[in-house]
Protein backbone atom coordinates (compact mmCIF):
# COMPACT_ATOMS: atom_id res chain seq x y z
CA UNK A 1 0.00 0.00 0.00
CA UNK A 2 2.65 2.74 0.66
CA UNK A 3 4.47 3.70 -2.04
CA UNK A 4 7.72 5.15 -2.58
CA UNK A 5 7.13 5.07 -6.17
CA UNK A 6 6.68 8.41 -8.74
CA UNK A 7 9.70 10.75 -8.74
CA UNK A 8 10.59 10.86 -5.40
CA UNK A 9 13.42 14.36 -5.09
CA UNK A 10 16.60 14.06 -4.02
CA UNK A 11 16.98 15.16 0.02
CA UNK A 12 17.90 19.09 0.76
CA UNK A 13 21.65 19.38 1.68
CA UNK A 14 20.55 23.39 2.59
CA UNK A 15 18.01 25.28 2.34
CA UNK A 16 19.32 27.38 -0.84
CA UNK A 17 18.22 23.97 -2.26
CA UNK A 18 15.14 24.64 -2.53
CA UNK A 19 13.35 24.87 -5.88
CA UNK A 20 11.55 28.49 -5.90
CA UNK A 21 12.16 29.49 -2.52
CA UNK A 22 10.85 32.90 -1.96
CA UNK A 23 13.24 35.18 -0.82
CA UNK A 24 11.51 36.64 2.13
CA UNK A 25 11.11 33.01 3.43
CA UNK A 26 14.60 32.30 3.11
CA UNK A 27 15.78 35.70 5.00
CA UNK A 28 13.20 34.12 7.91
CA UNK A 29 14.94 30.97 7.98
CA UNK A 30 17.93 32.80 8.44
CA UNK A 31 16.61 35.23 11.04
CA UNK A 32 15.35 32.36 13.26
CA UNK A 33 18.85 30.76 13.47
CA UNK A 34 18.12 27.36 11.46
CA UNK A 35 21.33 27.17 9.69
CA UNK A 36 20.19 23.71 7.99
CA UNK A 37 17.66 21.80 7.72
CA UNK A 38 17.24 18.80 9.98
CA UNK A 39 16.84 14.87 8.42
CA UNK A 40 13.03 14.79 8.26
CA UNK A 41 12.72 18.27 6.68
CA UNK A 42 15.59 17.36 3.77
CA UNK A 43 13.63 14.18 2.68
CA UNK A 44 9.49 15.65 2.98
CA UNK A 45 10.07 19.48 2.12
CA UNK A 46 11.16 18.16 -1.68
CA UNK A 47 8.43 16.16 -1.24
CA UNK A 48 5.87 18.23 -0.04
CA UNK A 49 6.72 20.86 -2.75
CA UNK A 50 5.42 18.42 -4.97
CA UNK A 51 1.86 18.01 -3.86
CA UNK A 52 2.73 14.78 -3.01
CA UNK A 53 0.95 13.28 0.12
CA UNK A 54 3.70 12.25 2.63
CA UNK A 55 3.73 9.69 5.83
CA UNK A 56 6.56 10.80 7.64
CA UNK A 57 7.69 8.63 10.81
CA UNK A 58 9.93 10.30 13.21
CA UNK A 59 11.05 10.26 16.46
CA UNK A 60 9.96 13.60 18.56
CA UNK A 61 12.16 17.02 18.30
CA UNK A 62 13.04 16.62 14.77
CA UNK A 63 11.26 19.44 13.02
CA UNK A 64 8.14 18.42 11.88
CA UNK A 65 6.87 21.08 12.06
CA UNK A 66 8.91 23.15 9.32
CA UNK A 67 9.34 19.95 7.43
CA UNK A 68 5.39 20.58 6.43
CA UNK A 69 5.28 24.72 7.03
CA UNK A 70 7.45 25.39 4.35
CA UNK A 71 6.04 23.72 1.30
CA UNK A 72 2.58 25.45 2.85
CA UNK A 73 3.96 28.68 2.72
CA UNK A 74 5.91 28.62 -0.56
CA UNK A 75 2.37 27.56 -2.14
CA UNK A 76 0.51 30.36 -0.57
CA UNK A 77 3.28 32.83 -1.27
CA UNK A 78 2.78 31.93 -4.46
CA UNK A 79 -1.16 32.85 -4.90
CA UNK A 80 -1.42 36.35 -5.93
CA UNK A 81 -2.88 38.61 -3.21
CA UNK A 82 -5.68 39.98 -4.69
CA UNK A 83 -7.00 36.51 -5.43
CA UNK A 84 -6.46 35.65 -1.72
CA UNK A 85 -8.48 38.34 -0.80
CA UNK A 86 -11.06 38.00 -2.74
CA UNK A 87 -11.58 34.69 -1.55
CA UNK A 88 -11.53 35.34 2.53
CA UNK A 89 -14.95 33.42 2.74
CA UNK A 90 -14.38 30.84 1.30
CA UNK A 91 -11.88 29.55 4.05
CA UNK A 92 -8.42 28.80 5.32
CA UNK A 93 -5.99 27.11 2.58
CA UNK A 94 -4.54 24.65 5.24
CA UNK A 95 -5.95 23.10 8.21
CA UNK A 96 -3.33 21.56 10.54
CA UNK A 97 -4.46 19.27 13.06
CA UNK A 98 -2.95 18.21 16.52
CA UNK A 99 -4.37 16.08 19.02
CA UNK A 100 -3.63 18.49 22.08
CA UNK A 101 -4.04 22.45 23.21
CA UNK A 102 -0.68 21.90 23.80
CA UNK A 103 1.25 21.25 21.11
CA UNK A 104 -1.71 23.46 18.61
CA UNK A 105 0.23 26.42 20.28
CA UNK A 106 3.72 25.18 19.42
CA UNK A 107 2.43 24.88 15.95
CA UNK A 108 0.97 28.27 16.03
CA UNK A 109 3.89 30.06 17.79
CA UNK A 110 6.23 28.37 15.32
CA UNK A 111 4.06 29.66 12.31
CA UNK A 112 3.93 33.19 13.47
CA UNK A 113 7.16 33.23 13.42
CA UNK A 114 6.79 32.97 9.20
CA UNK A 115 2.96 34.09 9.20
CA UNK A 116 3.20 37.73 10.44
CA UNK A 117 6.61 38.81 8.04
CA UNK A 118 4.38 37.00 4.99
CA UNK A 119 1.16 38.78 5.42
CA UNK A 120 -0.78 35.09 6.10
CA UNK A 121 -3.41 35.16 8.40
CA UNK A 122 -3.42 32.60 11.05
CA UNK A 123 -5.74 31.39 13.77
CA UNK A 124 -5.87 28.68 16.21
CA UNK A 125 -8.95 26.99 16.94
CA UNK A 126 -8.76 25.11 20.38
CA UNK A 127 -10.49 24.58 23.52
CA UNK A 128 -10.71 26.64 26.55
CA UNK A 129 -10.75 30.22 24.42
CA UNK A 130 -13.79 31.51 23.27
CA UNK A 131 -15.39 30.07 19.99
CA UNK A 132 -17.11 33.30 19.24
CA UNK A 133 -13.75 35.19 19.55
CA UNK A 134 -11.96 32.18 17.47
CA UNK A 135 -15.41 32.74 15.14
CA UNK A 136 -14.78 36.56 14.52
CA UNK A 137 -10.65 36.15 13.79
CA UNK A 138 -12.03 33.75 11.07
CA UNK A 139 -14.72 35.97 9.24
CA UNK A 140 -11.96 38.81 9.38
CA UNK A 141 -10.16 36.07 6.79
CA UNK A 142 -7.38 33.22 7.64
CA UNK A 143 -5.36 31.56 5.52
CA UNK A 144 -3.98 28.93 7.93
CA UNK A 145 -6.60 26.98 10.55
CA UNK A 146 -4.22 25.08 13.24
CA UNK A 147 -7.02 23.45 15.44
CA UNK A 148 -7.87 20.03 17.77
CA UNK A 149 -10.26 18.23 16.33
CA UNK A 150 -12.98 18.70 18.72
CA UNK A 151 -13.17 22.42 18.60
CA UNK A 152 -12.94 22.44 15.01
CA UNK A 153 -15.55 20.31 14.58
CA UNK A 154 -17.49 22.70 16.55
CA UNK A 155 -16.68 25.64 14.81
CA UNK A 156 -17.26 23.76 11.58
CA UNK A 157 -20.73 22.56 12.73
CA UNK A 158 -22.02 25.87 13.98
CA UNK A 159 -20.37 27.18 10.80
CA UNK A 160 -18.43 29.57 12.02
CA UNK A 161 -15.93 28.40 9.17
CA UNK A 162 -16.31 26.74 6.03
CA UNK A 163 -13.31 24.42 4.22
CA UNK A 164 -14.20 25.35 0.34
CA UNK A 165 -10.37 26.11 -0.48
CA UNK A 166 -8.61 24.12 1.92
CA UNK A 167 -6.09 22.11 0.02
CA UNK A 168 -3.60 21.01 2.30
CA UNK A 169 -4.16 18.90 5.75
CA UNK A 170 -1.66 17.92 8.39
CA UNK A 171 -2.19 15.59 10.78
CA UNK A 172 0.60 16.07 13.06
CA UNK A 173 1.20 13.07 16.40
CA UNK A 174 -1.31 10.86 14.26
CA UNK A 175 -0.81 8.11 17.02
CA UNK A 176 -1.40 10.44 19.47
CA UNK A 177 -4.90 11.34 17.42
CA UNK A 178 -5.54 7.62 17.54
CA UNK A 179 -5.35 6.85 21.33
CA UNK A 180 -7.37 9.89 22.19
CA UNK A 181 -10.30 8.85 19.87
CA UNK A 182 -10.26 11.26 17.49
CA UNK A 183 -10.03 8.74 14.39
CA UNK A 184 -13.56 9.58 13.73
CA UNK A 185 -13.32 13.23 14.34
CA UNK A 186 -10.68 13.39 11.50
CA UNK A 187 -13.32 11.83 8.87
CA UNK A 188 -15.91 14.01 10.22
CA UNK A 189 -13.68 16.91 9.35
CA UNK A 190 -12.50 15.53 5.87
CA UNK A 191 -16.19 15.45 5.05
CA UNK A 192 -16.35 19.44 5.53
CA UNK A 193 -13.70 19.79 2.85
CA UNK A 194 -14.13 19.61 -1.59
CA UNK A 195 -14.51 16.60 -2.77
CA UNK A 196 -13.73 18.42 -6.22
CA UNK A 197 -9.83 17.99 -4.95
CA UNK A 198 -9.67 15.16 -4.14
CA UNK A 199 -6.86 12.93 -5.25
CA UNK A 200 -7.63 10.10 -7.48
CA UNK A 201 -6.01 6.91 -6.10
CA UNK A 202 -3.62 6.32 -9.42
CA UNK A 203 -0.02 7.06 -10.46
CA UNK A 204 -1.38 10.43 -11.09
CA UNK A 205 -1.42 10.88 -7.76
CA UNK A 206 2.44 10.46 -7.67
CA UNK A 207 3.30 12.95 -10.72
CA UNK A 208 5.26 16.34 -8.92
CA UNK A 209 3.03 19.61 -9.06
CA UNK A 210 -0.23 18.21 -10.91
CA UNK A 211 -2.99 21.01 -11.27
CA UNK A 212 -6.37 20.31 -10.72
CA UNK A 213 -8.30 22.16 -13.41
CA UNK A 214 -11.67 22.32 -12.38
CA UNK A 215 -12.90 25.01 -10.24
CA UNK A 216 -13.44 24.44 -6.25
CA UNK A 217 -17.11 23.72 -5.23
CA UNK A 218 -17.58 27.62 -4.68
CA UNK A 219 -16.31 28.11 -8.41
CA UNK A 220 -19.13 25.97 -9.49
CA UNK A 221 -21.62 28.36 -8.08
CA UNK A 222 -19.84 31.12 -9.53
CA UNK A 223 -17.84 32.43 -6.57
CA UNK A 224 -14.83 31.59 -8.01
CA UNK A 225 -12.94 30.31 -11.14
CA UNK A 226 -9.57 29.98 -9.32
CA UNK A 227 -7.61 26.69 -10.47
CA UNK A 228 -6.69 24.95 -7.15
CA UNK A 229 -4.25 22.04 -6.89
CA UNK A 230 -5.20 18.26 -5.65
CA UNK A 231 -5.60 18.00 -1.69
CA UNK A 232 -2.53 17.13 -0.17
CA UNK A 233 -2.40 15.09 3.07
CA UNK A 234 0.43 15.56 5.23
CA UNK A 235 0.57 12.81 7.96
CA UNK A 236 3.42 12.78 11.29
CA UNK A 237 3.42 9.68 13.44
CA UNK A 238 5.89 8.33 16.29
CA UNK A 239 5.32 5.03 15.56
CA UNK A 240 2.53 3.12 13.12
CA UNK A 241 0.57 0.89 14.37
CA UNK A 242 -2.55 -0.79 12.69
CA UNK A 243 -4.36 2.12 13.13
CA UNK A 244 -2.61 4.42 11.98
CA UNK A 245 -1.97 2.12 8.62
CA UNK A 246 -5.83 2.21 8.20
CA UNK A 247 -5.99 5.95 9.16
CA UNK A 248 -3.13 6.30 6.25
CA UNK A 249 -5.29 4.26 3.54
CA UNK A 250 -8.50 6.46 4.16
CA UNK A 251 -6.87 9.65 3.79
CA UNK A 252 -3.97 9.55 1.53
CA UNK A 253 -3.11 9.02 -2.09
CA UNK A 254 -0.36 6.87 -3.05
CA UNK A 255 2.22 8.57 0.00
CA UNK A 256 5.35 8.65 0.00
CA UNK A 257 6.85 7.42 3.68
CA UNK A 258 10.08 9.12 5.10
CA UNK A 259 11.59 7.03 7.93
CA UNK A 260 13.83 9.14 10.20
CA UNK A 261 15.34 7.50 13.29
CA UNK A 262 14.82 4.46 15.66
CA UNK A 263 11.01 4.40 15.33
CA UNK A 264 9.03 3.63 18.23
CA UNK A 265 12.04 3.15 20.43
CA UNK A 266 13.64 5.72 22.87
CA UNK A 267 15.85 8.24 21.11
CA UNK A 268 19.42 7.00 21.06
CA UNK A 269 20.68 10.11 22.79
CA UNK A 270 18.77 10.14 26.21
CA UNK A 271 21.21 8.47 28.62
CA UNK A 272 18.56 5.89 30.77
CA UNK A 273 18.82 5.25 34.45
CA UNK A 274 16.44 3.51 37.22
CA UNK A 275 16.49 2.94 41.01
CA UNK A 276 14.59 0.09 42.33
CA UNK A 277 12.73 1.86 45.24
CA UNK A 278 9.86 1.72 47.80
CA UNK A 279 7.45 3.34 47.69
CA UNK A 280 8.12 5.38 50.68
CA UNK A 281 11.62 5.89 49.75
CA UNK A 282 10.54 7.69 46.52
CA UNK A 283 10.72 11.06 47.73
CA UNK A 284 13.83 11.21 49.38
CA UNK A 285 15.43 9.95 46.26
CA UNK A 286 13.73 12.54 44.22
CA UNK A 287 15.23 15.73 45.79
CA UNK A 288 18.80 13.87 46.17
CA UNK A 289 18.58 13.91 43.00
CA UNK A 290 17.74 17.65 42.57
CA UNK A 291 19.84 18.60 45.00
CA UNK A 292 23.00 17.38 43.11
CA UNK A 293 22.11 20.07 40.95
CA UNK A 294 20.79 19.88 37.58
CA UNK A 295 20.65 22.43 34.57
CA UNK A 296 16.65 23.24 34.25
CA UNK A 297 14.31 23.07 32.86
CA UNK A 298 13.56 19.47 34.83
CA UNK A 299 10.36 17.64 34.22
CA UNK A 300 9.04 15.04 36.62
CA UNK A 301 6.34 12.66 35.52
CA UNK A 302 3.37 11.72 38.27
CA UNK A 303 0.39 9.69 37.08
CA UNK A 304 -2.20 11.29 38.92
CA UNK A 305 -3.04 15.24 38.72
CA UNK A 306 -3.32 15.38 42.60
CA UNK A 307 -0.12 13.83 42.92
CA UNK A 308 1.43 16.37 40.72
CA UNK A 309 0.28 19.15 43.02
CA UNK A 310 1.20 17.70 46.21
CA UNK A 311 4.63 17.25 44.71
CA UNK A 312 5.13 20.15 43.10
CA UNK A 313 3.80 22.12 46.50
CA UNK A 314 6.56 19.65 48.50
CA UNK A 315 8.73 20.82 45.61
CA UNK A 316 8.18 24.32 46.20
CA UNK A 317 8.61 24.25 50.37
CA UNK A 318 12.33 22.58 50.50
CA UNK A 319 13.46 25.84 47.78
CA UNK A 320 13.06 24.61 43.96
CA UNK A 321 10.95 26.72 42.17
CA UNK A 322 8.23 24.34 40.38
CA UNK A 323 5.16 24.38 38.75
CA UNK A 324 2.53 22.23 37.45
CA UNK A 325 0.30 20.67 33.91
CA UNK A 326 -2.19 18.32 34.06
CA UNK A 327 -5.68 17.81 32.43
CA UNK A 328 -7.50 19.34 35.55
CA UNK A 329 -5.85 22.82 34.65
CA UNK A 330 -7.62 25.39 32.71
CA UNK A 331 -6.22 27.48 29.67
CA UNK A 332 -4.70 30.17 31.08
CA UNK A 333 -3.27 27.94 33.84
CA UNK A 334 -1.49 25.52 31.31
CA UNK A 335 -0.25 28.46 28.92
CA UNK A 336 1.26 30.08 32.20
CA UNK A 337 2.79 27.05 33.68
CA UNK A 338 4.79 26.80 30.05
CA UNK A 339 5.51 30.17 29.94
CA UNK A 340 7.04 30.05 33.55
CA UNK A 341 9.18 27.12 32.40
CA UNK A 342 10.17 28.57 28.89
CA UNK A 343 11.24 31.74 30.62
CA UNK A 344 13.29 30.61 33.80
CA UNK A 345 10.89 31.48 36.25
CA UNK A 346 10.23 28.08 36.67
CA UNK A 347 12.61 25.45 36.54
CA UNK A 348 10.52 22.21 37.18
CA UNK A 349 7.31 21.45 35.35
CA UNK A 350 5.72 18.69 37.42
CA UNK A 351 3.28 16.76 34.94
CA UNK A 352 0.96 14.23 34.17
CA UNK A 353 1.13 12.63 30.46
CA UNK A 354 -0.38 15.92 29.20
CA UNK A 355 2.57 16.28 28.77
CA UNK A 356 4.12 13.05 27.87
CA UNK A 357 3.56 13.87 23.98
CA UNK A 358 4.05 17.14 21.34
CA UNK A 359 4.93 19.18 24.19
CA UNK A 360 7.97 20.73 22.76
CA UNK A 361 10.10 22.87 25.67
CA UNK A 362 13.30 23.29 24.42
CA UNK A 363 16.35 22.53 26.47
CA UNK A 364 15.37 20.14 28.86
CA UNK A 365 18.67 18.27 30.13
CA UNK A 366 16.58 15.98 32.75
CA UNK A 367 13.31 13.89 33.10
CA UNK A 368 12.51 12.07 36.14
CA UNK A 369 9.59 9.25 36.11
CA UNK A 370 8.69 9.81 39.79
CA UNK A 371 5.76 7.68 38.87
CA UNK A 372 6.87 5.11 36.29
CA UNK A 373 5.02 5.14 32.85
CA UNK A 374 1.97 2.54 32.70
CA UNK A 375 3.34 1.35 29.08
CA UNK A 376 6.90 0.97 27.92
CA UNK A 377 5.24 3.41 24.48
CA UNK A 378 4.18 5.91 27.35
CA UNK A 379 7.66 5.53 28.71
CA UNK A 380 9.21 6.01 25.17
CA UNK A 381 7.55 9.43 24.70
CA UNK A 382 7.96 10.89 28.05
CA UNK A 383 11.98 10.22 28.00
CA UNK A 384 11.75 11.85 24.55
CA UNK A 385 11.18 15.33 26.08
CA UNK A 386 14.92 15.27 26.19
CA UNK A 387 17.36 14.62 24.14
CA UNK A 388 15.55 16.27 21.76
CA UNK A 389 16.83 18.40 17.91
CA UNK A 390 20.16 16.64 18.56
CA UNK A 391 21.32 17.21 22.34
CA UNK A 392 22.24 15.27 24.60
CA UNK A 393 19.68 14.04 27.44
CA UNK A 394 19.05 12.28 30.94
CA UNK A 395 15.82 10.12 32.25
CA UNK A 396 15.76 8.66 35.73
CA UNK A 397 12.44 6.41 36.73
CA UNK A 398 12.13 5.40 40.19
CA UNK A 399 10.91 2.14 40.05
CA UNK A 400 8.48 0.07 42.79
CA UNK A 401 7.27 -3.28 42.84
CA UNK A 402 4.25 -2.18 41.28
CA UNK A 403 6.18 -1.53 38.20
CA UNK A 404 7.15 -5.68 37.90
CA UNK A 405 5.04 -5.45 34.61
CA UNK A 406 6.82 -3.22 32.87
CA UNK A 407 10.42 -4.54 33.85
CA UNK A 408 10.91 -7.34 30.87
CA UNK A 409 10.35 -4.31 28.04
CA UNK A 410 12.28 -1.88 30.40
CA UNK A 411 14.91 -3.80 30.45
CA UNK A 412 15.06 -4.39 26.31
CA UNK A 413 15.01 -1.10 25.88
CA UNK A 414 18.42 -0.45 28.55
CA UNK A 415 20.04 -3.30 27.04
CA UNK A 416 19.55 -2.41 24.02
CA UNK A 417 20.50 1.08 23.80
CA UNK A 418 24.31 2.59 23.53
CA UNK A 419 24.20 5.14 25.81
CA UNK A 420 22.65 3.56 28.59
CA UNK A 421 22.65 0.43 30.96
CA UNK A 422 20.73 -2.17 32.83
CA UNK A 423 21.58 -2.31 36.78
CA UNK A 424 21.75 -5.60 38.27
CA UNK A 425 18.67 -5.39 40.57
CA UNK A 426 16.67 -4.79 37.28
CA UNK A 427 18.23 -7.13 35.04
CA UNK A 428 18.01 -10.31 37.33
CA UNK A 429 14.94 -9.33 38.97
CA UNK A 430 12.30 -12.55 38.43
CA UNK A 431 9.81 -10.51 36.54
CA UNK A 432 12.40 -9.26 34.16
CA UNK A 433 13.40 -12.58 32.82
CA UNK A 434 9.97 -13.22 30.93
CA UNK A 435 6.92 -10.76 29.71
CA UNK A 436 4.35 -11.10 31.83
CA UNK A 437 1.83 -13.90 31.36
CA UNK A 438 4.23 -15.96 28.80
CA UNK A 439 5.53 -18.26 31.35
CA UNK A 440 2.11 -19.39 32.32
CA UNK A 441 1.34 -19.94 28.69
CA UNK A 442 4.00 -21.90 27.71
CA UNK A 443 3.42 -24.56 30.63
CA UNK A 444 -0.19 -24.78 29.80
CA UNK A 445 1.15 -25.72 26.12
CA UNK A 446 3.90 -28.54 27.66
CA UNK A 447 0.60 -29.68 29.70
CA UNK A 448 -1.52 -30.09 26.83
CA UNK A 449 1.14 -31.69 25.00
CA UNK A 450 1.51 -34.86 27.64
CA UNK A 451 -1.76 -35.22 28.39
Known sequence: FFSLGGRIPNPLRSWEEIANLPSSIMDIITKCGYK???????????????NRD???????????????????????????????????????????????????????????????????RTVAIIGGISREDQGFKVRLG??????????????????????????YIVLDEADRMIDMGFEAD????????????????????????????????????????????YR??????????????????????????????????????????????SEGEKRRKLIDILQKGVEPPVIIFVNKKKGADVLAKSLEKVGFNACTLHGGKGQEQREYALASLKSGAKDILVATDVA?????????????????????????????????AGKHGKAISLLTKDDSGLFYDLKALLTSSPVSSCPPELANHPDAQHKPGTVMTKRKKEETLFM
Open 36 to 50: EPTPIQRQAIPIGLQ
Open 142 to 167: VEIVIATPGRLIDVLENRYLVLSRCT
Open 186 to 229: VQKILDHMPVTNLKPDTEEAEDPGRLLAKPSEAGASGASTSVTR
Open 356 to 388: GRGIDIRNVSLVINYDMAKSIEDYTHRIGRTGR
Open 54 to 120: IIGVAETGSGKTLAFLIPLLVWITSLPKIERQEEIDQGPYAIILAPTRELAQQIEEETMKFASALDI
Open 232 to 277: QTVMFTATMPPAIERMARNYLRRPAVVYIGSVGRPVERVEQLVYLV
